[in-house]
């Protein structure tokens, strides 16, 4: 007959072998279960490994890393020629007794600071939460189109490599990395640079790239220029850098030079934030007259230009135009860039490009709030460069992308006929959808999630002169894109009625 231990091990653990966890882990698992629970009391003797394997048909093997795992944690004392002995680890922490008034609420945390901090205005979140099963977003990526077989395999090889525990322990480069020459290598033959790795650094992300860079480049005070519609993001970022944000208006050519140079004069701009390539949210692209007739006001007046390249890599129609940046020779352009944009946001990376001494400084910002980075994202990413990978990628999800775009342009036309106008963009991931005659956009999106569609606050551009949506498809297969443009067209025509 089974010891009374065996039987109550019998009632207590239960193996599911198909289960993505480890066997030795369910046990372990479920053994502590039993000791926290009281029904293995300390000084209980648990079966020998044969035993063990026979009870739950398992390799014995498996039962010695069961016992090795619950030793490893401090559950049991494992003794040499004698057995296995269930302990109860002591408890480290003790509860803290109140000596306040207030004995009723002291185990639950207090929601509120025992002393005053100064909140900000401009950084308040822009996610919306919502239940709807159908959504519209400002033109992400499709994460669907991650190739996660690939990457799992490509992951566990950086994570193999002998030199990453080297790297990662070394206090100091004596030179850059590998990743950092990869990446110039692979801008320099895409984007047309001419840069070396100490006119670079590689970021988290752009909102991070910006928030450092507005760090070196702004006081408060300091005027921003930015397009009549903006990025949302840049200008918080600005804002809680405590810049004045002044707006230029936009044509079909891009920001209005001509604007700025009657507007202001030399030395009252501190900066100019563009998307030269689509800007954001409208698409239009800055000219090549205008981006040289920018860069000579820039020199002339002594500002900088941040020039937000968000989308790069989405080019369907023809040649993408080469960064303002590949042609400064004044040093008055600082890049912000994304690499991996078709890859899962883990894997991707933001990038700036500047002169040597900007760049030098902002890497010391880098350090205070990312000092550890990343050293396997940075393995993998030069592996797929210098291997080719992050171009094969791309050139596949364009030819995606670039059906999903002209397939939502098809759809529009069907089902609006007219009062929507659009252009389609010779790339990226949203339209620009005008609507005519005006409505309300709050309305619209009121109604539209009554249709179970959602249309967060952050694509809805309205003013007297603008009734505008940035209607991103990236992220939308053809099924998706159908079924959204008839939910849109009923609250349009439900609006439009009312």
Known sequence: ??????ELLKQLIYLEKSNSTAVYIQAAQQIINAIQRGYLIEGTWLPGTRTFSQLFNINRNTVVAIYNELASQGWVEIIPNKGTCVLVPEQKTAAIKATSQRIDQVYEYS????????????????HEHNQNKYSINDGQPDLRLHPTHQFSKWYSASMK???????WNQSALS???????QLCNYLNATRGFHIKPHNLMSTRSTEMSLYIVSQLLLKPNDIVLVGNLSNYAAN???????????TIPIDDDGIDIEYIRKHFTKHSIRCIYVCAHRHYPTTKTLSAERRLQLMQLAKDY????????YDYDFQFDGSA????????ANGVIIYLGKLGQSLFPSFQTGFVIAPENLISEAKNYLKLLDRQGDLIQEQMLSELIYEGEMHRLIKKNIIVYKQRRDFLCKCLSENFKKHVFWEKPSGGLALWLRFEPKISLVKLAEQAQRNDLFLPKTILYQDKNTC?????????NEEEIEIIVKKLKMAYDSVLNS
């Not at 490599?161 to 790297?167: A, N, T, V, Y």
């Not at 030179?175 to 020459?181: A, I, K, M």
Request: net charge negative; glycine share 6%.
């Open 111 to 126: 929601r509120t600071t025992g002393f005053s901090f100064q909140p900000s205005l401009n950084l308040a979140p822009t």
């Open 161 to 167: 490599r002998k030199s990453l525990i080297s790297k």
């Open 468 to 476: 505008s949506i940035r209607f991103g498809f990236g992220d939308l």
């Open 321 to 328: 135009m080469l960064p303002m940046a590949s042609s400064d």
């Open 1 to 6: 007959m089974n010891s009374p231990v065996d």
């Open 236 to 246: 918080m970022i600005f804002q809680q850098s405590g810049a004045i944000i002044k």
């Open 175 to 181: 030179s850059y990395s590998v990743f950092e020459t």
């Open 302 to 309: 002594q500002f900088a230009i941040i020039e937000d390249d």
